[in-house]
Each structure stands twice: as structure tokens, then as C-alpha cells.
């Protein structure tokens, strides 16, 4: 991990209240030491969020007491393994968790539950409505967590980099806009059991990596300036699904 913002070298607490309606008190510190990068946080954007609680999401939002380290030396392993929960933390503070433990369960009154038996998982923007993210791609969790499930729309607007933070195995995530191209394609036809109907991108089942000349390998990662990366895209999976490195423990809890 070479790159480093100018907040990362400071030790100091840095306090930021954004302006509009639902406006929240930002805090967050970044240090390195010991050959770690750690973010403590209180959860809360530097930007403003949506309504919470609102139709898709009973949760209110709170802060929080969150401490996010991770290796300033990641290791690319042979073979990736699958990230469950937050995958990475933004700059701001703010975790990034894209996938949901919510499934298709037609005797939920909400037609999804955390049963995982229908195999059907709820991709959180694809499902976006029925989830309830707010404009920045977010939305809140039962603890009162604000975290990112797609590109932070809000927070970008105050970036001055293409860096916006760091997965659980300590290497980058970039934006970089059209520059960087996912992989995954959406399947075609019809889904051949429990939901039915035609793949639309609500669940993560509709979707296929299909990679391709000029397009992210399956976890969203690549190269920038000779280095590897992962990448946040406008499309699907949005963030890395899966990590080439080892996972920092605090990303477990």
C-alpha cells in the first residue's frame, strides 16, 4: 500500500457536518503504524444520506464504534476466496458491504427473508427499492450501520482522488468511471426456478462472469499505474465479491 490521501497521515480526529436534511456528524481518523492502516470511525458519511427508517429499511440511523485495520503490504494469493459483509471501508469512514443476507422466500410477507433455503439472493442494488437506499447507493443495517452497497455517489462528490478506500486484504479500491470495465454479464432468459421470470439483475444467481479482452477479473480487480487494484464500477458487482489477499480479522466481526 503505497498511495496514501493526506488524512491518512494525521493522527487527529477530523470532524465534518455536511449541510441539507438529513446531514450527520462525520468522524473519522486514519493512521499507520506498525505496518497497518487503521480507520476508526463512527459509521457516519461526510455527506448527506437519505431517510432512515423509510419504506424498504425499518432501521434508524446511528453511530457507531467501528476500528477498520488492514495490511499496507497485501499479498495477490493464487486463487480468490468469497467475502462475505463488508468487503472494504471507504475513506470517509463508511463500510463497504455490496452483497445482502436477504433471500427469495415467497412466505415472507416482504417476499424475502434471511432464509437462505431458495438458493435466490438478493443483489442489494438490483433490489434496491425494496431494500431502501437512499441516492449514495447506501442504505442502514439493524445495528443502525450506514454502508455502501454501490458506488457512493455522495461521498465522490467531496473526493479529490480515485482512490475512496481499501478492501479487508489491505489492497486499494479505485473509481475510475468508465475506465474500468466489470466483467459480470447479466444472464439471458428465464430464471429456471424460484422466483421465475426473466433475469433482471435482482439476484446475484442473474448474473455470470464472462470476463473479456479489456474488462476486471471476477473480483473487480486490475491494474492501475502498474499496481493491482480493485476497482468500484457503475455496473455490477460494483465492488470486489471476492479478495485476492488475506482478509484482515476485522472485517469478520
Excluded at 455517489?153 to 475510475?176: M, N, P, Q, R
Amino acid at each position: 500500500m503505497k498511495r496514501l490521501t493526506p488524512i491518512m497521515l494525521s493522527s487527529m480526529l477530523v470532524a465534518t457536518t455536511t449541510q441539507g436534511a438529513f446531514a450527520h456528524d462525520n468522524e473519522v481518523s486514519i493512521t499507520r503504524q506498525n505496518g497497518q492502516a487503521c480507520i476508526a470511525t463512527n459509521g457516519l458519511p461526510n455527506h448527506a444520506t437519505g431517510r432512515f427508517p423509510n419504506r424498504g429499511n425499518p432501521n434508524r440511523i446511528s453511530a457507531q464504534h467501528v476500528r477498520y485495520c488492514v495490511t499496507q503490504n497485501p499479498v495477490k494469493g493464487r486463487s480468490a476466496h468469497w467475502q462475505r459483509g463488508s468487503v472494504g471501508v471507504a475513506l470517509n469512514g463508511v463500510a463497504i458491504r455490496p452483497g445482502t443476507a436477504d433471500y427469495w422466500d415467497p412466505r415472507s410477507p416482504r417476499g424475502f427473508s434471511r432464509d437462505r433455503s431458495s438458493g435466490w439472493n438478493l443483489e442489494g442494488i438490483g433490489a434496491s427499492d425494496k431494500l431502501g437506499m437512499d441516492a449514495n447507493n447506501a442504505h442502514v443495517d439493524e445495528r443502525g450501520l450506514y454502508h455502501y452497497h454501490g458506488v457512493p455517489t455522495g461521498y465522490l462528490k467531496t473526493a479529490s482522488d480515485t482512490l475512496i478506500g481499501y478492501a479487508a486484504d489491505g489492497f486499494e479500491i479505485h473509481y475510475v468511471g468508465a475506465g474500468a470495465r466489470s466483467g459480470w454479464t447479466l444472464k439471458t432468459g428465464a430464471r429456471p426456478s424460484g422466483p421465475g421470470q426473466r433475469y433482471d439483475g435482482t439476484y446475484n444467481q442473474d448474473w455470470e462472469y464472462t470476463g473479456g479482452a479489456g474488462t476486471l477479473d471476477q473480483c473487480n480487480g486490475g491494474t492501475l499505474n502498474g499496481e493491482f487494484v480493485y476497482f468500484a464500477t457503475d455496473t455490477y458487482p460494483f465492488y470486489p465479491r471476492c479478495l485476492w489477499g488475506r482478509p484482515s480479522a476485522d472485517f469478520r466481526r
